[in-house]
């Protein structure tokens, strides 16, 4: 029922700055929290970034500071500016969808972010 489109991934590198999107459809009226998680290969897929439909955001430690969420919802589009990149950003970057506090309920494809050193 709902849909999450991501874009803006690519290859940046360290100490650089990439924008991800995330375009919503379907019915996100339901939707209360968006997301950001990350899986890195071999790594457990980890959260990165949540927002509310308030506009209150938590940030996972590891990129507090760096990174910066954000909600449009005239535009039904949720973005991750992502600041100072290091290696360890590497991986990709999955959009999320929660009708509330939980697992999310909807995932997007996923976009690959490299950060080279």
């Known amino acids: 029922q709902v849909q999450l489109v991501e874009s803006g991934g690519g290859l940046v590198q360290a100490g650089g700055s990439l924008r991800l999107s995330c375009v919503a459809s379907g019915s996100i009226f339901s939707i209360n929290v968006m997301g950001w998680y990350r899986q890195a290969p071999g790594k457990q897929r980890e959260l990165v970034a949540t927002?509310?439909?308030?506009?209150?955001?938590n940030y996972a430690d590891s990129v507090k500071g760096r990174f910066t969420i954000s909600r449009d919802n005239a535009k039904n589009t949720v973005y991750l500016h992502m600041d100072s990149l290091k290696p360890e950003d590497t991986a990709v970057y999955y959009c999320?969808?929660?009708?509330?506090?939980?697992?999310?309920?909807?995932w997007g494809q996923g976009t690959q972010v490299t950060v080279s050193s």
């Open positions: 999320t969808a929660a009708y509330w506090l939980g697992p999310p309920d909807y």
């Open positions: 927002i509310t439909s308030r506009g209150g955001a």
